[in-house]
Nanobody, 118 residues
Framework: QVQLVESGGGLVQPGGSLRLSCAAP???????MGWYRQAPGKQRELVAI???????NYAGSVKGRFTISRDNTKNTVNLQMNSLKPEDTAVYYC?????????????WGQGTQVTVSS
């Protein structure tokens, strides 16, 4: 049962831009929400996230190029990716930690492919 719905992604040339979006059910009481990625043969890694309290965290490799934004009224987060590099190629996953029944429950999107290639 898909709870996080992702959109965006695709094929782009180096130096180009893409925008990813993720929507969670509006009734979710969200603690953290953001994006991870997994390249072939590598572990899943944090890209950018709104942490508890609303602070943003970025992977060092994307600072200055990627920007995460959100709309709390709609429980959506977006990831604007600029100056894309071939090493940004990966499947990007939306993640949310949600308060449910007094505990935090993690949810993942289905993943969206981002390919940076000439």
């Amino acid at each position: 049962q898909v709870q996080l719905v992702e959109s965006g992604g695709g094929l782009v040339q180096p130096g180009g831009s893409l925008r990813l979006s993720c929507a969670a059910p509006v009734f979710f009481n969200i603690n953290t929400m953001g994006w991870y990625r997994q390249a072939p043969g590598k572990q899943r890694e944090l890209v950018a996230i709104f942490a508890s309290g609303g602070m943003t965290n970025y992977a060092g490799s994307v600072k200055g190029r990627f920007t995460i934004s959100r709309d709390n009224t709609k429980n959506t987060v977006n990831l604007q990716m600029n100056s894309l590099k071939p090493e940004d190629t990966a499947v990007y996953y939306c993640n949310a930690e949600v308060y449910q029944g007094g505990r935090l429950v993690g949810y993942w999107g289905q993943g969206t492919q981002v390919t940076v290639s000439s």
